[in-house]
Each structure stands twice: as structure tokens, then as C-alpha cells.
């Protein structure tokens, strides 16, 4: 799958753009991550992606399609979007969210079928959450609540999914164990473009990276030539080490000043 983002511009008032003349190409199922400060347009950014945002300049196609152009339910065909958080209002069971990502795949009106259960349940159960499957999705953890609107995205069975922060809300052992995901889900051929705030990610996944700054796209590319002391210092401000530890690459901010 193809996506191009061409010359966008969206701002939320006239007074400042918050991107400005972006563009940026993607083609699955590679992972791309997507590095910026906050306030730099990485949610914004996203948005426009999936159709939540009209861009005033510009243009952004999947496969060739503008965006706009796609109805809704074939365009969760090939794209999966989950947000930073998710806000639950109803006690729904887990399996009961996971089956909801099926809507695009079964017939209007029709009720889930009990392959689309399974198929739930095994989404659940490939992420090691099969034990939530009856549990009230108010009554789970952020975390895990993050873990299972995975689930329902894999169950909507896309060819891209889009993750805003994935790792924000999880705690040092659970961020380690989802960017094993995302490198599961290449292994499956699924695409993966995701913002983070975490460098070392990205070198982990060793796929491409896009340095978001000033409303643009300033560097794109592999993981290992992006992520430098200079553009890391350039993008946070503050000193940074990148450095090679037996076959990974890390990136370590430089000592505290006293």
C-alpha cells in the first residue's frame, strides 16, 4: 500500500499553520516512525492523514485515492487509526470492542457472526490478552485498554495501521514488549506508521524515520542515518549521545547540568 502526503497545509486558525507545504511518502509494510517535540503537529499530522482534517493546500492519496474520496468503510479496509488514549463510555466486554473492528468487513445491519468472534478472540489472544476477553473494557488497565484497541484494528484486518504515541501511557517493560509488536506485525506484512517521542524505538525497529520540525518534514530515511547527535540535539535541545552497544543503537541524553 501506497500513501502520499503532497504539499499539505492545515492550520486550526487562521493566525499560524500548524504544518505547513508537508509532504512525506509511505509504502507498507515498512514501519515508519515519526519523531518530533510537542506541539510540533505529530497528532495534527495523523489526523489530516486519515480525513479528520481538511487541509487548506495539498493533497494526500492512498493507493493513488484521495482520501476524501474513499467511503468510510473502505478506507477502514486499509487503514486503522488509534489515538493516544481512548475514553471508554459504555461497559462493554473486551471481545464485544475487539468484535466492533469487524464492522467494516460484515454487512450492513448484520450482526458479528461467530467467526467474527473467533477471529476477536484470536486477535486478543495473539497479543497475550486473551484473559481480558470477558472483562468489562472500564474495568482494564490504560495499558491494556491500549493493547486491545489493537486487537479490534487487527481484527478490522487493514493493510496500514496508524498509532499516535502507542507507548505514552505504558510503563518501561510493556513500551519494550509493543515495539516487539510492531516488529510481529511487519513480520505479518502489515504496515505500521507511528509518532513517538522515543528515538530508541525507532533504532530498535530499524525501519524509516521522519523528523517532524517546524510544521515540515526536515529528514526522512533509515532509522541508523536520521537519528544523529546533531538532529536529535537539533530536534530536543538538549546534548545527546548516539552510541552503539553490542548490535543495537542507542540514543542517550548527555548528563544532567549541576
Do not use: W
Not at 505547513?20 to 515508519?32: A, C, I, K, Q, R
Not at 466486554?93 to 454487512?107: C, E, F, L, N, P
Not at 505504558?170 to 507511528?194: Q, T
Not at 536520521?226 to 548516539?242: D, Q
Amino acid at each position: 500500500m501506497n500513501l502520499t502526503v503532497d504539499d499539505i497545509t492545515f492550520g486550526y486558525d487562521s493566525e499560524r499553520n500548524v504544518i505547513e507545504h508537508l509532504s512525506l511518502t509511505y509504502d507498507s509494510p515498512d514501519v515508519l516512525c515519526i519523531l518530533g517535540s510537542n506541539g510540533m503537529g505529530k497528532s495534527t499530522l495523523l489526523q489530516c492523514i486519515i480525513g479528520a482534517f481538511q487541509t487548506s493546500t495539498g493533497s494526500i492519496t492512498v493507493d493513488g485515492v484521495r482520501v476524501g474520496d474513499y467511503k468510510a468503510r473502505d478506507f477502514a479496509r486499509k487503514v486503522a487509526y488509534i489515538p493516544q488514549s481512548h475514553t471508554p463510555s459504555f461497559a462493554y466486554k473486551v471481545v464485544d470492542i475487539v468484535t466492533m473492528g469487524r464492522t467494516s468487513r460484515i454487512g450492513y445491519l448484520a450482526n458479528p457472526s461467530s467467526e467474527d468472534v473467533e477471529i476477536a478472540r484470536e486477535q486478543l489472544d495473539y497479543l497475550g490478552v486473551g484473559h481480558l476477553a470477558e472483562k468489562a473494557y472500564t474495568e482494564i488497565s490504560g495499558g491494556e485498554r491500549q493493547l486491545v484497541m489493537i486487537a479490534s484494528a487487527l481484527a478490522q484486518d487493514p493493510e496500514l495501521m496508524i498509532l499516535d504515541e502507542p507507548t505514552a501511557h505504558l510503563d518501561f517493560g510493556n513500551a519494550y514488549r509493543f515495539v516487539e509488536l510492531v516488529d510481529k506485525l511487519r513480520e505479518r506484512n502489515m504496515g505500521v506508521l507511528m509518532t513517538t517521542h522515543f528515538p530508541d524505538h525507532a533504532l530498535a525497529l530499524d525501519g524509516t524515520t521522519a523528523i517532524l520540525s517546524g510544521g515540515r518534514i526536515v529528514a526522512e530515511g533509515k532509522a541508523r542515518d536520521v537519528i544523529t547527535e546533531e538532529s536529535m540535539r537539533e530536534l530536543y535541545g538538549i546534548e545527546v549521545h548516539v552510541e552503539r552497544i553490542g548490535d543495537r543503537t542507542i540514543c542517550i541524553p548527555g548528563p544532567i547540568a549541576r
